[in-house]
């Protein structure tokens, strides 16, 4: 139990002891023990007045019983600090390492510097998210996806028991209309553009951009393709490996690599779809055009063969870098693509990710379910999908209401079995 004294009356190193006075004026101490009997540390807190002692003194024991205290030290942490435990915490590999280690070395450190964890309120992270904007420049969709990770640290250090409260949950609703006003406009290629873009691409990399418009892969899925993951005979591209830049440095020797990595993740990885189980794969159509493609790259350019190893994952790529010694990486593919759409005489800014954009609008004018084109474009829940592609089916209540006018006008044969079984996820 916490004991509330005065020092003067009872600790003989007291400067003020032995005090005789019934009300001399002198400090109140609470003494008590963390959680842990025992072996939890012994800690001191002093007080002005005996009723704020008495008043920390229950509250420290309330909290002791329901596993809700926190210890000061917790509180003091640096969000720094608990920031790189958080990123060193868990498979950060497959979160997206790199991303939390640039954004915590360009929005975090800069702005809280050494703030204690536990004096961040939800005041701070509002000038924080206007700071980001206002001063640096950054979109406000970038500040959103900053904060969402910051709110993921800040539930860790909840969880390991810095904190008692995540304080970005009392900011949840301005957070939604902060993603509001951050909605994007999509925009698309168009084919010909494409085609351009691929036409002005050295040979070995033109099928990078079908791969992309044809089958709907990220950059970075497209960039790791390997043979082994075509059915030809089934028309299906099996999709479970991608290229980032969150690998493992190795021990940097020289100079040069000692400047290149700074200690930060920036080795190219050959590495499972991140946020996805490792047995996790999604079959994707392949168009008899892009089949075709497939085929003819093999022909001129073969394939390069990769062993497992540190970052890699063994196959036979369609891809590699110019000299053939090592796989594929972004710097080269952004520096292809920028050349490309400018020999092309392209001046709108198309990204690789224009590409994905056009396979799913595609699809979806053409009336293939959204279902199944988020299964394509591996999103979770077809809700993402419809969302950022609703302006491509504009017709599709009419469509539906076209159908069922249809059935119940007896305008068509409608033939449905009476009970089926369907695959469900398990709650």
Not at 202 to 217: D, E, F, N, R
Request: with cysteine.
């Amino acid at each position: 139990m916490a004991k509330v004294f005065q020092k003067c009356k009872e600790d003989e190193k007291s400067k003020y002891y032995l005090c005789l006075a019934s009300r001399c004026g002198h400090p109140w101490t609470v003494r008590y023990r963390e959680p842990g009997g025992r072996s939890g540390s012994q800690r001191e807190k002093s007080f002005e007045k005996k009723t704020p002692a008495d008043q920390f003194a229950a509250k420290v024991e309330r909290e002791k019983d329901l596993g809700t205290y926190i210890a000061p030290s917790g509180f003091l942490t640096p969000l720094v600090t608990v920031y790189r435990e958080f990123i060193k915490s868990g498979d950060r590999v497959s979160g997206t390492r790199y991303q939390y280690e640039t954004s915590l070395r360009l929005h975090i450190e800069p702005y809280f510097q050494s703030q204690p964890i536990g004096a961040v309120k939800p005041k701070d992270l509002v000038n924080w998210l206007r700071w980001m904007v206002e001063e640096r420049g950054y979109e406000e969709s970038t500040a959103v996806n900053r904060y969402e990770t910051l709110s993921g640290v800040f539930s860790y250090a909840v969880a390991n028991d810095y904190i008692t409260k995540n304080p970005c949950h009392h900011m949840r609703a301005g957070r939604q209309r902060a993603k509001r006003r951050a909605k994007k406009t999509i925009r698309l290629p168009t084919l010909a553009e494409i085609a351009a873009i691929a036409a002005n691409m050295p040979g070995q990399y033109q099928l990078l951009v079908w791969l992309m418009a044809g089958c709907g892969l990220r950059i970075g899925e497209a960039m790791a393709v390997t043979l082994q993951q075509f059915d030809f005979e089934a028309g299906l591209l099996y999709v479970d490996r991608q290229i980032t830049q969150d690998g493992a440095n190795e021990e940097p020797k020289t100079k040069r690599q000692k400047v290149i990595t700074k200690g930060r993740g920036r080795a190219h990885i050959i590495r499972h779809l991140k946020w996805r189980d490792h047995d996790e794969v999604r079959a994707v159509p392949l168009p008899r055009t892009i089949e075709a493609k497939v085929k003819e790259h093999l022909i001129l350019h073969g394939t390069f063969r990769v062993e497992k190893g540190l970052n890699r994952m063994e196959g036979d790529y369609l891809f590699a870098n110019v000299g053939r010694t090592n796989i594929l990486m972004y710097s080269l593919v952004d520096r292809l693509w920028r050349n490309a759409r400018k020999a092309a005489g392209i001046t709108r800014k198309i990204t690789t990710h224009w590409m994905r954009h056009f396979f799913a609008s595609a699809g979806l004018a053409r009336g293939v379910p959204v279902t199944d084109m988020a299964e394509w474009l591996g999103h979770r829940d077809p809700k993402i999908t419809l969302q950022t592609y609703a302006h491509v089916m504009p017709d599709a209540p009419d469509r539906l209401r076209s159908v069922m006018d249809a059935v119940f006008n007896l305008e068509t044969e409608l033939s449905l079995p009476l009970e089926f079984e369907a695959v469900v996820e398990a709650a």
